[in-house]
């Protein structure tokens, strides 16, 4: 069996699609993954043995301001990405027998999938981007902010904006391969069985009329690296340290700043993980240490707490752990959604907004450093899963060969 994989953007999009990748090759099948052509995602492909296609410019350069760009910018961009995609997938997909997409921006890929006459699905890594009355659509850059608060409005409101965004050029390309228009972009994407790559005890889906959702578990692989020596003689010579790291998100060094002094008011060391963003110390104080990229399931068993952006890669491997969260959400994509978990199993605390106060970072570090939070977080720890690649490289295995068999 051969296999297409695709997304596009940062590590905690490339990275669930690895797992899969290693899964699905133990299994037997040739893999090959379209991914940004960012240097990371190939080295990371190259050491895996899957092949990379590149897709759209690199991810790190759309990430390195402070802000995304203007409105005007993403929709030309998005559009872009889309003419990209139609332009490489069919290649991509030559001889493949499934196609399987992460991500919304896997715009091309079910066309494609379906002019070649091979098996498609999608999936997403949170609940939140699939439509249900039991939340509202996720913040979405560039796109008008609704004004109201009802969640089966906002979601068909958000079926007309994916429309206008990407419906004439979706069309476009369908009409040159043969296929006919779809009138509803996202449901296209989504089919009417998608895949949910999110751990139940951490996120379960709630059922919801019309999609017959498959929660696999979250897709990732464990990370035998070992940590640095200079970061274990730190860990090792004091109090376990407070992890301090928005992996992608390019947010203002003041951020690490004021952590780090709410921190020292409470009497604990930090952690401070560069990223993209390249934070960094604010004083040469020996009880604050910088790190670049780690073995993160290794590191936050041994850490008191983990402050981050609220990807679904942190969060659930913090949440694996069995440590408590501090949640700063980026506002955009999945961020607040997990954010929210967080809050709503009480096993940390979500601030509202990349923004925070000295005075509320202290706030969220006492409610997660309390002892009865660090108990639920490591109860909830032990309920984790840890096989969701597996299982969704079996059920794809089985699909397949049911239609090729």
């Known amino acids: ?5 695709s ?10 699609l690895v797992a899969l990748a290693v899964r699905l090759r133990e299994l037997g099948a040739e893999v090959r993954m379209c991914a940004p052509p960012d240097e990371e995602f190939v080295e990371r492909l190259a050491g895996i043995g899957v092949q990379l296609v590149p897709v759209g410019p690199p991810v790190r350069a759309l990430m390195r301001g402070a802000t995304l760009p203007p409105a005007a910018d993403l929709a030309r961009y998005r559009t872009e990405l889309v003419d990209a995609q139609f332009e490489i997938f069919p290649a991509a997909a030559d001889g ?4 399987v997409a992460a991500g919304l921006a896997q715009i091309a890929a079910r066309s494609v999938a379906e002019a070649a006459g091979i098996r498609y699905v999608y999936a997403s890594y949170a609940a939140v ?3 249900s009355p039991h939340h509202a659509p ?22 007309h904006n994916v429309n206008a965004q990407f419906g004439e050029t979706l069309n476009g390309h369908r009409a040159s391969l043969g296929l006919p228009p779809v009138d509803n972009v996202r449901d296209h994407v ?9 751990d139940p005890a951490l996120a379960p889906w709630r059922e919801t009329p019309g999609l017959d959702v498959i929660q696999t578990g979250a897709w990732s692989l464990a990370d035998e690296r070992p940590l640095p020596a200079d970061l274990v003689t730190f860990l090792e010579v004091g109090a376990p340290p407070v992890y301090v790291g928005f992996g992608s998100m390019s947010l203002s060094q003041d951020i690490a700043r004021g952590a780090i002094e709410a921190l020292r008011a409470q009497g604990h060391r930090a952690l401070v993980s560069r990223g993209w963003a390249d934070l960094g110390l604010i004083d040469d104080r020996d009880d604050c240490f910088a790190i670049s990229e780690v073995n993160q399931q290794r590191l936050f068993g041994k850490v008191a707490a983990v402050v981050h952006h609220g990807g679904a890669g942190t969060t659930v491997t913090a949440a694996r752990a069995g440590v408590p969260q501090v949640v700063l959400p980026a506002q955009i994509s999945d961020n607040p959604y997990w954010a929210g978990r967080v809050a709503d199993l009480d096993i940390g605390a979500a601030l509202d907004g990349p923004a925070p106060t000295v005075e509320s970072l202290s706030v969220a570090f006492k409610t997660a450093l309390a002892p009865e939070t660090r108990e639920r977080a490591k109860a909830l720890g032990t309920k984790i899963h840890t096989d969701g ?10 699909a397949v060969g049911d239609a090729i068999g």
């Open 190 to 198: 989504f089919t009417d069985q998608p895949w949910l790559a999110a």
């Open 389 to 398: 690649a597996a299982v969704a490289a079996n059920l794809l295995f089985d």
């Open 129 to 131: 981007h699939l439509p």
């Open 96 to 99: 493949c027998d499934a196609l």
């Open 7 to 16: 997304t596009y953007g940062t590590r905690g999009d490339v990275e669930p």
């Open 1 to 5: 069996m051969r296999v297409l994989l």
């Open 138 to 159: 996720p913040p979405r850059p560039g796109w008008p902010e609704p004004e109201v608060s009802d969640n089966r409005t906002l979601w068909e409101l958000d079926v």
